[in-house]
């Protein structure tokens, strides 16, 4: 064991007069995330060292800790998180089943910290739970599985992104930007007409992240969107992608009489290091007259 203060020591010591071993464990267990959790500026040194020795005991001390997983004081949960991805894999199963207990704090809190310990062998477990009647639950467990980013779980990702709740879809939009896989583009360029805002910018973050096979998807749908909103995203996106292909389609934007799509390409294209981007811009300079798109090119990078 690392070393630790007098005072975990005389914990660990004192719970041998403990009547059964399980009464001594469930003992060290209670003292120490005491400690772990307190507001006591006086032990402020100690609470690392409890959460530490907690680590240290391993599986032994799951059970109790779980138990505490009905809290719903934020410090406590933090607390409980931080040990478990101390404790490692072994702590695992032991959250998996918690996902269906009764109580939806536990719930809810043994999806994310299934989700901040990253290990894969809880895809399984969570996949069981992506389509729970409850929304916390879905919205959880889908974001866990991106935070873990097991291959598994992209369809559950994938599926829920058509969630009729608009938290579900945020956090698998938020998912599907963590795994950054091909297969998802369409389905995200779809997402970038959501109801809601959050699901549409998390989807816009996700093709950014997918990078240079989002390319010519996204240059088809510079020509195609329907949508003015995600029109704007997409005008966005190849921005923040910055590939030279895109300079065209983008620049045929300019010609639009919608003032924001024009105003959009600008900072798009200011994004670029290439001539031909900065070329047109200047010659937009010299021409555009509306005072929202002239504000746009007042601001771009000086050469």
Excluded: C
């Excluded at 901040?116 to 866990?144: C, E, H, Q």
């Excluded at 389905?187 to 240079?212: F, M, Q």
């Excluded at 994004?271 to 021409?287: G, H, I, M, V, W």
């Amino acid at each position: 064991m690392k070393k630790t203060s007098l005072f975990i020591i005389l914990i660990l010591s004192t719970a041998s007069f403990a009547q059964t071993e399980a009464d001594s464990i469930n003992q060290i267990v209670d003292s120490l995330f005491i400690l772990a959790t307190t507001k006591n500026i006086n032990y402020q040194d100690q609470v690392q060292p409890a959460k530490e020795a907690l680590g240290e005991m391993r599986e032994t001390a799951v059970p109790r800790l779980v138990e505490k997983m009905d809290t719903q004081d934020a410090r406590s949960m933090h607390a409980l998180v931080a040990i478990f991805k101390l404790i490692g894999r072994s702590a695992v199963p032991y959250i998996v089943d918690a996902l269906d207990e009764k109580d939806p704090f536990k719930r809810r809190l043994a999806a994310r910290a299934l989700g901040d310990m990253k290990d894969s062998t809880a895809v399984d477990g969570l996949l069981n739970f992506t389509g729970d009647p409850d929304y916390r639950i879905r919205a959880g467990t889908v974001v866990a599985l991106g935070k873990i980013g097991d291959p598994r779980g992209i369809n559950a990702a994938m599926n829920a992104l058509n969630d009729d709740d608009y938290l579900v879809r945020l956090n698998a939009a938020t998912a599907l930007s963590m795994f950054a896989d091909p297969a998802t583009i369409d389905i995200l360029i779809n997402a970038l007409s959501d109801s809601y805002y959050g699901v549409r910018y998390k989807a816009a973050h996700a093709l950014g992240n997918i990078g240079e096979q989002s390319v010519a998807p996204i240059k088809s749908a510079l020509s195609s969107s329907e949508s003015k909103t995600a029109f704007y995203l997409v005008i966005e996106i190849a921005g923040n992608l910055k590939d030279k292909k895109l300079i065209k389609p983008l620049s045929e934007i300019l010609k639009s009489d919608d003032p924001l799509a024009r105003a959009f390409v600008v900072e798009a294209l200011d994004k670029f290091e290439s001539n031909k981007a900065k070329k047109t811009l200047r010659k937009l300079q010299d021409k555009e007259t509306h005072p929202f798109v002239v504000g746009k090119l007042a601001g771009i990078k000086s050469e």
